[in-house]
Structures are given as C-alpha cells and as structure tokens.
C-alpha cells in the first residue's frame, strides 16, 4: 500500500518571503513518482512541479523547487518569492508503476499569503 | 479549448435521486479517472479506465456506476443518492505511462439535500 502524509495542514508566508511545504512517503516500489498540485480557491487542480523517483536531481519550476530526499521518502516543496496568488491548498501525489496511473494524495497543506 | 471538461459545475438533488456527471477530454490521452474530494478536501481515487477498460474500481458503493462511451469520455453515474455522497467529484485523464501527470477537470459539486 501507498501513504502519502502532509503534516502541515495549515502554513503561513509573508509575500516575497520564501516557504517550505512537507511531504513524506511510503512505498515499496521502486518505479514511483511524486508532483505537487495546486489548488486555489476556483477548484481547478494545477500541477506545480513533478520528479522521478529515479533522478537524483530535484525539479526546479521558476520559483518553485523540491528537496528530493529518496532514502528519507521525504518530497518538500519550497516556493520562493512568495506571491499573492500562491495562496491555494498544495496537494503532495505518488504515483506507482502498480497502481493503474492513479495518484495517491496527500490531505493537503493550505497557504496562506499575507502582503 | 477546455482540455478536460465536466458538466455539471454544480448539482443539487435530493436523496434518493440518480443523476449522471459527464466529462470529455480533448488531450488524446488513453487514461481517464474519477477522484472524490470530500469536505475536508481529501482526494482518492475511485475509477479509472485505459482505453474504455475498467482497470481500477477502488472500494466505492455499487450506486456508483462509470461508463466509458469512447476514449474521450468517462461519465459518472450514481443512482439512489444519499447525504453522504455531497462531494467534489473530478475527472482526469492521462496519456499510458507513468511519467506524466494527471489533467483534472474543474471538479463538479455535488450536494445531496
């Protein structure tokens, strides 16, 4: 089985100031990956950033990159420059080469942006 | 062009009502899911279909009832509806493989009076 678990429920930046979302996972297999969604207030479900299991480098979109750690099954988020519109509900996802390309989702982390 | 696309936005029923929630994707993608996000915004899978095949059906009620007409379409059915089912319901679809990630519809908010 796969668990995915955000232990933040609820995080708070200042704008232009730089946040740090967490992610821990749990599988068996090898073949995996994990991305970020976001989710703001109009439902829509938007991918922030996505990495193979099986690169060692972490993902880099613009202001936001991951902290890959494979051995600690940990996949952070960090999103700097923190803007107005990055407030949403940020979703942590595995996805497993068994699991027939259904994401297992984390409960979520919402961001609060403060100007 | 709406990628993945639902309709209803919005459904308010009573209990004991059926009703249908339809969704096409434009992408060509070969992969289509539904998801449930529930009130307090947990998402799981509950269907998902690899060219018109069944391939998971997580532990949903059998009211629950998913139909894939063609690759770009995967409508939800539900018949005798109950409080409990009052949720966002997305669709989402893939290309084959595991190295891409999941297109969502804008969701579908369904509240059962």
């Known amino acids: 089985a796969q668990t995915v678990t955000q232990s933040q429920p609820e995080m708070s930046v200042q704008e232009a100031e730089t946040v740090t979302l967490s992610c821990t996972y749990d599988?068996?297999?090898?073949?995996?990956?994990l991305f970020w969604y976001k989710q703001p207030p109009s439902r829509q479900m938007i991918l922030v950033i996505r990495?193979?299991?099986?690169?060692?480098q972490n993902a880099t979109e613009n202001r936001f990159s991951v902290n890959f750690q494979k051995a600690a099954k940990s996949f952070s988020l960090k999103i700097s420059d923190s803007q107005l519109g990055d407030a949403a509900m940020y979703f942590c996802?595995?996805?497993?080469?068994?699991?027939?390309?259904?994401?297992?989702f984390g409960k979520g982390t919402s961001l609060l942006v403060t100007p | 062009d709406t990628a993945v696309s639902q309709t209803p936005k919005y459904l308010v029923t009573q209990m004991g009502n059926d009703k249908s929630i339809k969704c096409e994707q434009n992408?060509?993608?070969?992969?289509m899911y539904w998801y449930k996000q529930d009130s307090k915004k947990f998402l799981k899978i509950m269907f998902s279909?690899?060219?018109?095949?069944?391939?998971i059906n997580e532990t949903v009620p059998n009211r629950f009832s998913p139909k894939s007409p063609d690759k770009a379409h995967l409508n939800l059915h539900i018949n005798s509806l109950e409080l409990g089912d009052s949720a966002v319901y997305f669709c989402?679809?893939?290309?084959?493989?595991?190295?891409?990630?999941?297109?969502f519809g804008q969701g579908t908010r369904l509240t059962v009076v």
């Open positions: 996802a595995l996805l497993v080469s068994n699991s027939g390309y259904a994401l297992n």
């Open positions: 279909y690899n060219n018109k095949e069944l391939i």
């Open positions: 599988t068996s297999e090898s073949d995996y990956y």
């Open positions: 989402a679809s893939s290309p084959s493989g595991q190295n891409t990630e999941a297109f």
């Open positions: 992408l060509g993608h070969d992969t």
């Open positions: 990495q193979e299991a099986y690169k060692q």
